[in-house]
C-alpha cells in the first residue's frame, strides 16, 4: 500500500470495514447483556432456537401439569374430609343401633326416638354427599367424572348425563314416547292453496265479505309487512304473496315460517317445545274470512309446540333388560331427568316416536387428571356414590329401621358394610393421592428443574464471558475510531511532496 496515492485511501477503508465489524459485536453484546438471552432471534442461533423452544414449551406444559396434579390432591382432601364426616355419621348410626338392638334398657318409645336419630344422620349423610363439590362439581354423588360418548348422532346430537346413579355402566337406549312438535297454524282450504291462486280464492273456498274485503295479519302480535309497508290482504293477494310477506318480516325472523305445505298455508315455530308459542290474527272490514284459519267464519288462531318425552334405558336395551327412565322434564327436542341430566335428540328421532338402540355409551364415576406434558400422560380415579340410597348390600342403608330389635340386629350388619364401603374408598382415594398425584407432581418438580436448565444453557446470557466478549469489542471500537481519524489524515502528507 503506497501513501503517495489520494484517490483511494486504503488505511481508512480498513479502519472502517473493523470499526463496523466491531460496533456489530459491541451491540450484539449489549443486547445480550440488555435482555439476559444469548438468543434473542432465529439468526443468533438456529439449531439452539429450535432446541431452546421445545424445551420452553415443555417446561411451561410441566408447570401446569404440575398445577393439574397440586389441584387434584385438593380436590382429593376435600372428598375426603366429606368422608370422614360421613364416617362419623355412620360410627354414631351403629352406636344407636347396639342401644335399640337390647332389650333390657328400652321400650318401644325410646327406640322409636332412636330411629328418629337415625332417620336424621341419613338424611344428613345424602346432603353431604350432594353438596361436597369442588368449583362447582359435585364429587360425592356418583357424578363424578362421569364419561358418556355417542354412538348413534343420527339419533342424539349432544348429551349432557352428569351421573348414572344406581344405573349400570354401559349402552344406553332411548325410546321415544312423545314426538317434538313445533306451535302450528294452517288454512282450511281442503286442498285448495295453489300458489298462483289469489287468497280471494280462484280455486279455493276464502271468501273476503261484509263491509269490505281488506284485510290484515298479525302473527305472534307483529303486523305482517309487504314491501316495507303494512300487509292488505284483498282480492288481489295471492297465497305467495302472503308466504312471502311473513317469511321477510323483519320482527319474525327467527320465530315463525310460511310455506305452502299440501295445499295448505301452513305457519309454524322456527322451533320445537311447549315454549314455543304462535297466535295468528286477522283484522278488517271482512265478516267471512272461510279458509284462511283452520276453522271457519274466525279471525284469531293460537297453538303451544309439545316437548319430546322418552324412556331412557342404562346398562341395557330399551326393550330388553334395561332400567327405564323417563325423561319429561325437558324443552322441545331435549329430554331431561331431574337426578340423570340430559340428552339433545335430533329433529327425525324426537319427532319419531320409536325405539333407537344404543345410541349412547356410559361409564361412571371417572376423574382424570392431565399431570404429564404430552397427550395420555394422564392419572385416573373413581368415586362413586356414597348417598344412602346406594350403600349397603344386601341391603340399603337408606331402608334400616332399629325401632325393633329385629330390626336393630339386621341395621348393624347394613351399617357395617356402609363403613367398609366408606372406609375403602378413603383408602383408595388416599392410596390415589400419595401413590399417583403427589409422587407425579415431585417427578414433575424434578423434570421441571432439569429441563429449564438445559433451557437456561441454551439460551440465556453467560454474563462472565459476555462481558469479556463486550470490554473487548468496547476496547476494539475504540481503537479503530482512533486509527480511523489518522488513516483519514494520511493523504495530507502528500502536499508535503508538493511544496518540494
Known amino acids: 500500500m503506497s501513501l503517495t496515492r489520494i484517490n483511494q485511501n486504503i488505511s481508512s477503508l480498513n479502519a472502517q470495514r473493523n470499526l463496523e465489524i466491531n460496533s456489530e459485536r459491541i451491540g450484539r453484546s449489549i443486547e445480550r447483556l440488555s435482555s439476559g438471552l444469548r438468543i434473542n432471534r ?46 362419623g355419621l355412620l360410627r354414631q348410626m ?38 361436597t363439590k369442588y368449583a362447582g362439581r359435585a364429587l360425592l354423588d356418583g357424578s363424578a367424572g362421569t364419561n358418556v360418548n355417542i354412538i348413534d348422532n343420527s339419533t342424539v346430537s349432544m348429551q349432557g348425563i352428569t ?23 294452517s288454512s282450511a282450504t ?15 273456498t276464502i271468501n273476503l265479505s261484509g263491509g269490505g274485503d281488506a284485510l290484515s295479519l298479525h302473527i305472534n302480535g307483529v303486523k305482517v309487512q309487504q314491501g316495507g309497508a303494512d300487509l292488505v290482504i284483498d282480492s288481489t293477494t295471492t297465497w305467495n304473496d302472503l308466504v312471502t310477506a311473513i317469511n321477510t318480516t323483519a320482527a319474525l325472523d327467527g320465530q315463525v315460517t310460511a310455506a305452502i305445505t299440501g295445499g295448505e298455508l301452513v305457519i309454524s315455530s322456527d322451533a320445537y317445545g311447549s315454549d314455543q308459542h304462535i297466535s295468528v290474527e286477522y283484522s278488517g272490514t271482512a ?32 326393550l330388553d333388560g334395561g332400567n327405564d327412565v323417563t325423561f319429561d322434564a325437558g324443552s322441545g327436542l331435549t329430554i331431561t331427568h331431574a337426578t340423570y341430566g340430559s340428552i339433545t335428540l335430533t329433529e327425525s328421532a324426537a319427532t319419531t316416536p320409536g325405539d333407537y338402540n344404543d345410541v349412547l355409551y356410559a361409564q361412571q364415576g371417572q376423574l382424570s387428571f392431565q399431570v404429564g406434558f404430552g397427550a395420555g400422560e394422564t ?48 383408602g383408595a382415594l388416599g392410596a390415589f393421592q400419595v401413590n399417583e398425584l403427589e409422587a407425579q407432581a415431585r417427578s414433575l418438580a424434578v423434570s ?14 453467560d454474563f462472565g464471558r459476555e462481558m469479556a466478549e463486550f470490554t473487548t469489542s468496547q476496547v476494539l471500537v475504540q481503537s479503530a475510531t482512533a486509527f480511523l481519524a489518522q488513516a483519514n489524515s494520511l493523504p495530507q502528507q502528500v502536499l508535503q511532496l508538493i511544496r518540494g
Open 379 to 426: 392419572a385416573s380415579t373413581s368415586i362413586g356414590s356414597v348417598k344412602t340410597a346406594d350403600l349397603g348390600t344386601t341391603d340399603l342403608l337408606s331402608n334400616i329401621d332399629i325401632s325393633t330389635v329385629e330390626g336393630a340386629e339386621s341395621a348393624l350388619a347394613v351399617i357395617d358394610e356402609a363403613i367398609n364401603q366408606v372406609s375403602t374408598l378413603r
Open 448 to 461: 421441571r428443574e432439569n429441563l429449564a436448565a438445559s433451557e437456561s444453557e441454551i439460551r440465556d446470557t
Open 42 to 87: 432465529g439468526a443468533d442461533d438456529p439449531a439452539g432456537l429450535v432446541m431452546s423452544e421445545l424445551l420452553r414449551a415443555q417446561v411451561s406444559g410441566l408447570d401446569v401439569a404440575q398445577q393439574n396434579a397440586s389441584q387434584g390432591v385438593n380436590l382429593i382432601k376435600t372428598a375426603e374430609g366429606a368422608l370422614d364426616e360421613i364416617s
Open 190 to 204: 281442503g286442498g285448495a292453496v295453489v300458489g298462483g291462486d289469489t287468497v280471494s280464492g280462484t280455486g279455493g
Open 287 to 318: 265478516t267471512s274470512v272461510q279458509g284462511l284459519l283452520d276453522s271457519d267464519e274466525v279471525y284469531f288462531e293460537a297453538d303451544y309446540g309439545v316437548d319430546a318425552v322418552a324412556d331412557v334405558a342404562f346398562g341395557g336395551n330399551a
Open 94 to 131: 351403629r352406636d344407636l343401633a347396639v342401644a335399640a338392638a337390647s332389650d333390657s334398657n328400652l321400650n318401644a318409645d325410646a327406640r322409636a326416638a332412636l330411629q328418629s336419630q337415625v332417620e336424621s344422620a341419613l338424611s344428613t349423610i345424602d346432603k353431604v354427599a350432594t353438596n
Open 163 to 185: 351421573t348414572l346413579g344406581a344405573q349400570n355402566d354401559g349402552y344406553v337406549s332411548v325410546q321415544v314416547t312423545t314426538a317434538a312438535e313445533k306451535a302450528v297454524s
